[in-house]
């Protein structure tokens, strides 16, 4: 008997269903984002009707099972993941067009063919002339993987059954399309159902799956937000088609920390992975130059190094411009409110512009202290000693506080020369001279923005 066909609406922004239309969505509150999707009864619900009971175990008696992890042959795609790909868990890749994430998963692909694995990649988007190409010219060739040209689901399916692969790659989940619904490709219902469809057809057999997904326009997964739900880790490669370098965040991992950054830079030859992240990123600095700071950052576990710029004008026309590149903007304000009330730094009539050197984007509250010394050091044109790295979070009392990670952020500064560092005096140990803790930010401006001759004095109390 064919299925009974019917419509439902489905926010295109977050997946939620909802009998009737309306011009907002009620569970996250955009507008217009309501579509209506043909549904079909009984689609779409995956592992459903095995007939077998659940049962309740205690639960010291549940096995360990800390499961398999695939080393990806891409150390800084391993480092995201936790320590390689496990066994049996779906990922999805999300990225801007041209970001390269087709590229990503061929490198991944052909690293894992080599060691053994029987790889899938489905391309829905390119076909498979294309990917050979691409292959040829990063040198990802003399492997065994199969690419599969599919854009309907039930290609893959079949081609899962027929090839046994281990490991499946899909790019891009928005080009596929399943037969059993009527929507197009791309659809909040066929993105859903897609994917819950192939965690069906992976999982159980210990299959290892990767999703590619497109990004919207304001930057999140476009599809439903069930899709991050549904998957084990989420990772959002980003970066600026200008530069060459590409930073991959995980933003949810089941199976490891989430904030873990990878860093990846752009070449003729493919995507390559960099290690050393300060020195990549504090590359081109001019030293004893009025508004730069180099600052400590953690992103995930990783410590890395990044020069903070700031430049103060006087403002010539109309409102006082405030820009922010690679943080934060809506921080920036707040620390300028700061400067001036606390510390007495007159803003008001200054045009005022932060970036962060090298095209970084930092989520870090640690980078406080550098934008304020950064802002202060162009304003007062005075540059900061040598050798200086510095990392606190700035209170709107002008309070600096601790940040996380404190001794990795200090190995990783002084590894790269940098032996004097300025933070939060709760975590300075009191005999390192080398150290200068504050708890103030005014404090810390005087100490180290004093004029040349007075500087090294006592730190503030
Ligand atoms: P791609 O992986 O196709 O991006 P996505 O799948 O995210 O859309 O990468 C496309 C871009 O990367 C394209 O602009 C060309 C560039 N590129 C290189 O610079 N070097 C290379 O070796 C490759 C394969 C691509
Ligand atoms: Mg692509």
Known sequence: MKPRRRTAFFCSQCGNGSPSWSGRCEACGSWNTIVEEPVQEGAGRPGGGSGRKAEAVPIDDIPAGDGERIPTGIPELDRVLGGGLFRGSMALLGGEPGIGKSTLMLQLSHFLAAAGETVLYATAEESPGQVANRARRIGC??????????????????????????????????????????????????????????????????????????VTKDGTLAGPRVLEHLVDTVMSFEGDSNRSHRLLRALKNRFGPSNELGIFEMTQHGLTGIAEASAFFLGRRLEDLPGSVVCTVMEGTRPFLVEIQALTSPTRYGFPQRSANGIDSRRLPMLLAVLEKRCGLELGAQDVYVNVAGGATLADPGADLAICLAVASSRLERSLPAGLAVAAEVGLGGELRPVSGFDRRLREARTLGFNLFAACRDDCAEEDKALRGHSTLCGCIEDILAPRGRRGGEADS
Do not use: F, W
């Open 141 to 214: 060739t003399g492997n065994s993987v199969l690419v599969l040209p599919a854009t309907r689901l039930e290609d893959i399916e079949d081609a899962l059954g027929r090839t046994g692969a281990g490991i499946l790659v899909v790019d891009s989940i928005q080009t596929v399309y399943s037969e059993a619904l009527s929507s197009g490709p791309g659809s909040v219902a066929q993105v859903r159902h897609c994917a819950s469809e192939l965690m069906r057809l992976t999982k159980p057999g210990g299959r290892t799956s990767l999703l590619v997904g497109h």
